[in-house]
Nanobody, 123 residues
Framework: VQLQASGGGLVQAGGSLRLSCAAS????????MAWYRQAPGKRRELVAA???????NYAEFAKDRFTISNDGAKNTVSLQMNSLKPEDTAVYYCAADRSDRVVVFDRRLPDYWGQGTEVTVSS
C-alpha cells in the first residue's frame, strides 16, 4: 500500500487548508484512514480518523475546526482545516489501517504510513 499526501502549504492564522491523501497498491486492504501530525520537537499525534463506513474520531484540538472525509471507492481521505492557528504548524502524515475501527488509531501505530506534507500557519 502506498499513500500519497498533498495539500500542505503556508497560510495565515484564521485561514484554511485542505489536505488530501490517495492510496494505491493493495488498497483493498484498507478499511480506515487517518491523519497525524508532528510539530518540531514534539511527538507525532493523531488528528482525525475515519472508517470506510464513515465512523470518525477527532483529537480534541481538531473538533469544531477540522473535518475528515473519505471516498471509499477511491480510497482517498481528506482533511479540511479551518480557523488555523500557529500551533497547528506541523508535518501532517496520512495513515491507513486494515482495521475497520477508528479506535485502533488511539491504541497502536497504523499499518501503513504516507510521506508527510508540511503545514505552516503564520501569525
Amino acid at each position: 500500500v502506498q499513500l500519497q499526501a498533498s495539500g500542505g502549504g503556508l497560510v495565515q492564522a484564521g485561514g484554511s487548508l485542505r489536505l488530501s491523501c490517495a492510496a494505491s497498491g493493495s488498497s483493498f486492504r484498507i478499511n480506515s484512514m487517518a491523519w497525524y501530525r508532528q510539530a518540531p520537537g514534539k511527538r507525532r499525534e493523531l488528528v482525525a480518523a475515519i472508517t470506510k463506513g464513515g465512523d470518525t474520531n477527532y483529537a480534541e484540538f481538531a473538533k469544531d475546526r477540522f473535518t475528515i472525509s473519505n471516498d471509499g471507492a477511491k480510497n482517498t481521505v481528506s482533511l479540511q482545516m479551518n480557523s488555523l492557528k500557529p500551533e497547528d504548524t506541523a508535518v501532517y502524515y496520512c495513515a491507513a489501517d486494515r482495521s475497520d475501527r477508528v479506535v485502533v488509531f488511539d491504541r497502536r501505530l497504523p499499518d501503513y504510513w504516507g510521506q508527510g506534507t508540511e503545514v505552516t500557519v503564520s501569525s
